[in-house]
């Protein structure tokens, strides 16, 4: 027979609206407690019916995730997958489980998060990027739903609780560090224009030529084409500019990879024929060959502090907004 609430509270002495109390864990209850309920839980092997739970207190103890892209391709760049162990190992300590968007496009995530909110199927939604005019940011704050964004938003962020870094900071400091090592010619790659990472990076890196009064090259910033052609064909015309760059910022480890690759395919050797660095510092970095320099951005904190800061608006409808940056650091590897 299944062990039931009133088991643990007559194991232990309590009542049973303080082990339930202990499930929820209710700040009204002590830790002395919390600890004996819960080692009596373990004893006999009880297990709370959540579903039940949430049919009562109108809760689910999940919060949705949404990707800018389909799952599978997002997955690929380390950056999801080390953002999301950070939300997962932040939901668990929380005692919330994740549902994750599985939609192919932009339409299909849509169509998901507006399922995940009418079917009251998640307490709260993470947004792990921000975009431009982004219809799911809008559709959130018009049905008044708790969600967080990792990303400074483009609209109403007086309204919306983000944690970001300081991307111009980053991309200009990065930038800093090529002229410090005698670059002039320095290009940025940039996944899309319509990410506010993006167009805060390249606004980071053009502050930092203009400060060292050194012309924008307008040739020299590539947007969307990495994504759309052949990353071969991207960086061979980059190279034949009459004055080709000595030294590349590329956003991304996973998009600075390819780049690498396609520095390779062309003959190039890194550092000493062309400088290289991206962002994320993730394992990418240290498995290239040259280990590639990269700008730190700390993602496994910056997903912990976004499910702190679900879970504390879920809990409290009256929480303050806030604005969290997280701060980063230049790693020097062998690409530059």
């Known amino acids: 027979m299944a062990v039931t609430l009133r088991d643990v509270a007559e194991a232990t002495g309590v009542s049973m609206s303080t082990v339930s109390r202990v499930i929820s864990d209710s700040p009204r209850i002590s830790k002395e407690t919390k600890m004996k309920v819960r080692e009596a839980m373990d004893e006999l092997g009880y297990h709370p019916n959540f579903i039940a739970r949430s049919l009562v207190n109108q809760s689910t103890n999940v919060v949705g995730i949404v990707f800018p892209s389909s799952g599978n391709s997002a997955f690929q760049n380390p950056f999801f997958t080390e953002v999301l162990r950070a939300i997962s190992e932040g939901a668990h300590e929380h005692k919330y489980g994740i549902q994750l968007t599985t939609g192919k496009n932009e339409t299909e995530i849509l ?7 009418q079917g009251r199927r998640v307490d709260g939604i993470l947004m792990l990027y921000s975009r431009i005019d982004d219809p799911i940011m809008a559709y959130l704050l018009a049905q008044k739903f708790p969600f967080v964004v990792i990303g400074q938003p483009s609209i109403a962020s007086s309204k919306i609780t983000w944690i970001d870094n300081d991307n111009v900071a980053a991309a200009k400091e990065a930038t800093q560090t090529f002229l410090n ?14 990410f506010t990472m ?11 030529l203009q400060e060292a009064g050194i012309p924008i090259r307008q040739e020299y910033i590539i947007q969307n084409e990495i994504q759309s052609k052949d990353e071969n064909h991207v960086i061979k015309k980059l190279m034949a500019s009459i004055l080709p760059p000595t030294a590349i910022l590329v956003e991304d480890d996973f998009l600075a990879v390819k780049v690498l690759q396609a520095l390779h395919e062309q003959g190039l050797t ?14 990418l970095s240290e498995l290239s060959s040259p280990s590639l320099s990269s700008v730190d951005i700390h993602i496994f904190d910056l997903g912990l502090e976004a499910v702190k800061q679900l879970v504390a608006q879920i809990v409290n409808n009256d929480e303050p907004i806030k604005r969290i940056v997280i701060p980063h650091k230049i790693v020097i590897h062998g690409s530059c």
């Open 181 to 194: 090592h005698g670059h002039k010619q320095v290009a940025f790659i940039g996944a899309k224009d319509s």
């Open 111 to 117: 169509n998901d998060v507006i399922n995940m909110v």
């Open 270 to 283: 890194v550092p000493q024929n062309v400088a290289l660095m991206g962002f994320n510092n993730t394992i």
């Open 198 to 208: 993006t167009i805060a990076r390249i606004s980071g890196y053009k502050e930092a």
